[in-house]
């Protein structure tokens, strides 16, 4: 249940009016059921103990992650994912769990590293907003890998999680959608057409107000990936995939071919409406829970040099994380043909 929200609290930061609430990302809502795409979903527990009862009480929340290496198991989610997560009493560790996976064996597997930035500097500046998992499997079936695209992302991606609608009960299979990407610096027209401000002015510029306000929480807008909910029709449809709860730290996938892919970028957070106009339409047509009007969703790359240190601090401390580079590939391709 996570993915940054700005607005309501949503573990995929939801980006609405950037105080960024966090909440839980919502499964790639109406997306298709998928397999073989290298995601798994975490459980996360917490731990509070009440003093009046003298017990204690548990709570549980959910993210996704993808499969980055096998030798050890190893993950890569959103650090936010990990906010004030319960530690293990005896190896200090992050109780987390992976409750759904393709590979049965992982579902069994301990977590024995945890690389991921502090909270305050991921709500500090949401590049950072990237953790490492290692855990106690070895594993031998390299198509479970999705290794981290070293290229510039592609124009299209797919989208995986184990999100759901607020509404909704949390989706017992992985569900993924393929999304057109975007430019995070692209201006607010092209997440929510200039159409309707001429319908609602003063609406349409409060949701800018809040669109530009992400520049204080990002560093660098050009380390993101972003997606719209716009049709053919440039118009904006609630019905159409969106990452939500529980999509938080699940892959942007790019395409290899062959059934193969390389992951581009984690769900990080979302900016969603959270409050309607008459004069939209779309809210009068669609019944869904207010909470479910996100118009942006927001993607961190794993191309830049921050995402990079991460993952060689991660590996001297025994992560497995492939990586992919299309260059590699004609040359091996011109290599073995010699």
């Known amino acids: 249940m996570k993915a940054l929200v700005t607005s309501a609290v949503l573990r995929i930061c939801v980006l609405a009016g950037l105080m960024l609430p966090f909440a839980g990302a919502n499964a790639i809502m109406y997306g298709m059921p998928a397999s073989d795409v290298s995601t798994v979903q975490l459980v996360f527990e917490y731990r509070t103990w009440r003093e009046y009862s003298q017990e204690w009480k548990i709570s549980h929340s959910q993210c996704s992650a993808v499969v980055v290496g096998i030798s050890p198991l190893t993950l890569l989610t959103a650090a936010h994912c990990l906010r004030e997560v319960s530690l293990d009493e005896g190896n200090r560790l992050p109780l987390v769990r992976i409750a ?4 049965p064996a992982m579902e069994s597997a301990r977590l024995k590293q945890a690389i991921f930035p502090e909270f305050d500097k991921v709500r500090g500046n949401l590049i950072d907003d990237l953790a490492i998992l290692v855990f106690d499997l070895q594993l031998n079936d390299t198509r479970l890998v999705a290794p981290v695209l070293l290229d510039r992302p592609q124009g299209q991606a797919l989208l995986c999680g184990y999100g759901f609608g607020a509404a909704d009960n949390p989706p017992e299979v992985l569900r993924c959608a393929s999304k057109e990407l975007h430019e995070a610096t692209a201006e607010f027209s092209s997440f929510v057409p200039a159409y309707y401000e001429s319908l609602d002015p003063l609406f349409y510029g409060r949701y800018r107000t809040q669109f530009e306000s992400k520049a204080s929480a990002v560093s660098a807008l050009d380390a993101l990936l972003a997606v719209n909910r716009l049709d053919g029709d440039d118009e904006y449809n609630p019905n159409l995939p969106m990452p939500t709860l529980g999509d938080s730290g699940g892959p942007w996938l790019a395409d290899l071919g062959d059934g193969h892919y390389a992951v581009m970028g984690v769900t990080s957070f979302v900016e969603s409406f959270y409050s309607s106009s ?12 207010m909470a479910d009007f996100m118009y942006a969703g927001y993607g961190i790359r794993l191309d830049s040099m921050r995402a990079r240190k991460l993952f060689n601090a991660a590996r001297m401390k025994g992560a497995d994380i492939r990586v ?12 073995g043909s010699n």
């Open 100 to 103: 759904r996976a393709d590979q």
């Open 278 to 289: 008459p004069q939209w339409t779309f809210f009068r047509k669609s019944s869904a829970p």
């Open 324 to 335: 992919y580079r299309q260059g590699w590939e004609q040359l091996e391709s011109r290599l």
